[in-house]
């Protein structure tokens, strides 16, 4: 129902974009987020943007993520700068079309789509 885009390999100080868009028909989601999954590690919570307007991040991506939304097509975004190899993982996308706390937004299971996700590397 998600389709991500944007992966790639860069080096460290490197930016990518990645973007996040719906599949035709599907309803729009409440809120979006972007999860990474590091190889042997679980998924973990990047970004949020809430309809409401607000924003939150992981303490390791604050001031180098950007998370935005067009609120007209239904799509995410998530601007990565000063890449480090630490940031390297599979990227999802995740929404939910449900009104959820701040506190239910860093845990998976609070959404109910999912993208298949993006590989990121980041060379050392």
């Known amino acids: 129902q998600l389709v991500e885009s944007g992966g790639g390999l860069v080096p460290t100080g490197g930016s990518l974009r990645l973007s996040c868009a719906p599949s035709a028909g599907t309803v729009r989601a409440n809120t979006m987020a972007w999860f990474r999954q590091a190889p042997g590690k679980e998924r973990q919570f990047v970004a949020v943007y809430r309809s409401i307007g607000t924003t939150a991040y992981t303490d390791s991506v604050k001031g180098r993520f950007t998370i935005s939304r067009d609120n007209a097509a239904n799509t995410v975004n998530l601007q990565m700068n000063s890449l480090k190899p630490e940031d390297t993982a599979v990227y999802y996308c995740?929404?939910?079309?449900?009104?959820?706390?701040?506190?239910?937004?860093?845990?998976?299971?609070?959404?109910?789509?999912w993208g298949r996700g993006t590989q990121v590397t980041v060379s050392s």
């Open positions: 995740a929404a939910t079309k449900r009104g959820i706390i701040l506190s239910e937004t860093r845990t998976p299971g609070s959404y109910d789509s």
